[in-house]
């Protein structure tokens, strides 16, 4: 797998640097943060002191990098529509010499109106290696070394929950559902767009439907995470294509940092 850095989902902040990374995986949102819950204290070895000792074996560039890495995951803390976890890690032998990660996990529901999706992101902080010289190591390897185990994590942690998750069973479809158009007020149109970057865009997919969502005029949305397509029911005489654009720019602009 080809791993690359995106600068727009990365910012700096007084020596740390600030990192966002989404995956999406094909199963309801109950059971992913109940499966996760329970998965995340096993990962790993107990170590003394705490936390659990964890192998991250990646490859940025095509090079080779494995690092034992004492691993801190938090209890999950449900809200009203995600649940978060603090995640941490460095280097368990050298942790001037790799990235030191202070991060959330967090799992949400993504609106679609087929088979249920759930986005599982990391928005973390982490502080480059080589300490003085954090900029140069930044360079070398802080980011593209970060990104890479971002993305493995991540990876590793949808494939376990699909691999332990029994998939949902495809909806029943009546005949009014089979045209999305047929069962709406013939005052809303159905307008498609694309939403590019998913996997690294600030807010993910979810953060994307919720942008739309809020412009006015939108009455609903679905997306499907993994092609990045959107489905926006709304009213063309309050909003169109424009407002929702400007939606979706405005979102990624004003995020703050995680």
Known sequence: MRFTVDDSGTSTTRGWRHIERYVYVERPYEDVWCWLARHLSTLGDPVPGGGRSVE????????????????????????????????????????????????VLEIAPVPHEGLPFTQLGVLARYRPPLGPLGAVGDRLVGAEVTDAALTTFLDELSDAVADDIDPPALRAQTDQETDPQEHHDPAVRR????????GVRPGGAVGACEALSATPGVLDVSMDPWTGLVAVDHDPTRCGPEQMVAALEDQVTARPAP
Request: net charge neutral.
């Open 56 to 103: 991250l074996r990646i490859r940025p560039g095509g090079v080779e990098v494995s690092r034992p890495v004492r691993l801190h995951v938090g209890g999950i803390v449900c809200g009203e529509d995600r649940a978060r976890a603090g995640l941490g890690w460095v280097d368990a032998t050298h942790p001037h010499f790799f990235p030191q990660l202070e991060a």
């Open 191 to 198: 307008l498609l767009l694309t939403v590019e970057g998913v």
